[in-house]
């Protein structure tokens, strides 16, 4: 908070056009954490500014705080994500991501962790594959249920959310609300506390700690059912909307996704293949 100049390493997070000629960003940091800024002209003229600011790449900026506005003086860009660029189902799931990140993170929240996340979210996703909507929405789910992790909103996928003993196969219940599973003894000590738990499938629960634990390139392996990938999407979006400071109704899968028909119909084609 304390700089009037800073010149860093970011990943620009949004851009929307600002007055006539202007473009205004957000940008996330290795030690700065979210920072906002004014790209003045970027809408004409000086267009080669605007082209560095484009999402998918690491740059260097250099941003100047001034009376009324933070204005960025240079870009360079560092590193490009080719296959992100070239791919609309990529680009897709990467903004939709990047604005998820926007619309959680508060400016001048400081998490070096949450930088480091969305680097290894942009490798991932610019390595060699090709996504389908249903493999989206798993790997976009897994992204967010880091970054709610880091933003300190961790869900209990192990243990009781009551009494803090590991929860046992098929004797469980889900709560949102509380952020995790219930087991059976509390919710039987106390019904009246836990009428709103509902049942999950233990599929489901597997398919929530994997998401969350395993390594981004291993994503790609488990064949996805259509109503366990249901099931896991609904999860994640009430855990956003119970846990995130900022509560949104559209579902965080709705960027990447036509409609619902589409998911169910390459969930199946994915089952059978
Ligand atoms: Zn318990």
Redesign the pocket.
Known sequence: MSWSTLKTEAIVLTSEPFREADRMYTALTPDNGKVSFLGRGARKGKAKLAAHLEPFAIVDIEIVRGKRSTTVISVERIKGFANIRESLDKRLLIQTSLSLLNKHTREHDYDPCLYAELLDWLEFVDSQFSVTPVRATFILGSFALRIMRHLGYDVQLND?I??K?KVMPLSFRWHADKGGL??S??LSEKPEEWFSARPIREEVVKLLRFARGAGYPDLLKPSLLADDLDAYARIVHDLMVFHLPVDSDVPFWAGVLEDKERQLEQANTEQSA
């Open positions: 009781c009551q009494c003993q219930v087991c003894d509390c």
